[in-house]
């Protein structure tokens, strides 16, 4: 059994990757009004991997006898003025996101539920390959600037990514 404290902070991270999905979602339509097809498939493949990382929650939240409790999943923003704004904007948010993971270990520690923080290791780990993927993208578009060929080519190297769903847990 999951104690009240824990329930209801996975719910909230539920909600989080919900929200996250959405926000790449408004980023996907963003880079689909500039025509830039590889930043669809990028942006496309993260709100995949946010959508499995909520139900990995949900599932363990039903694993363990808990109460699912959906709330409404905030507005994201809609509209940035470029590729770089948009990528300095995802690492800000993963970095919250991270922020979050180690706030449910947190809870997992002080109510010392083994369980969850064994099953929380493999958020913390995703953490970390997201933050490591966003920068490297973002650092890249520091580096492009205005250079719209190079745009192109980054756009292009972004196209071959393509979406492993993730074994959580």
Known sequence: ???????TALNKQVNA?????????????YFQRLNLKGFVNWMNIQVQEEMA?????YDYIQERDGEI???????????????LEV?????????HVTALINQL????????DRAAALFLQWYIKEQVEEEASVSGV????????????ALLLLDK?????????????
Not at 17 to 29: G, P
Not at 105 to 112: L, P, Q, R, S, Y
Request: glycine letters at 2%; proline letters at 5%; charged letters at 25%.
């Open 87 to 95: 990528f300095e904007a995802i690492y800000k948010h993963e970095q």
């Open 105 to 112: 270990a947190d809870i997992a520690d002080e109510t010392k």
């Open 138 to 149: 973002l650092e890249t578009l520091k580096m492009i600037k205005s250079d719209t060929h």
């Open 17 to 29: 990757e919900m929200y996250s999905a959405y926000l790449y979602l408004a980023m996907q339509a």
């Open 53 to 57: 990382h909520a139900k990995g929650l």
């Open 1 to 7: 059994m999951i104690s009240e404290k824990m329930n």
């Open 69 to 83: 409790i959906l709330e409404a999943i905030e507005k994201p923003e809609s509209n940035w003025n470029s590729p």
């Open 157 to 169: 190297e972004l196209m071959a990514r393509v979406f492993n769903p993730p074994v959580i847990g």
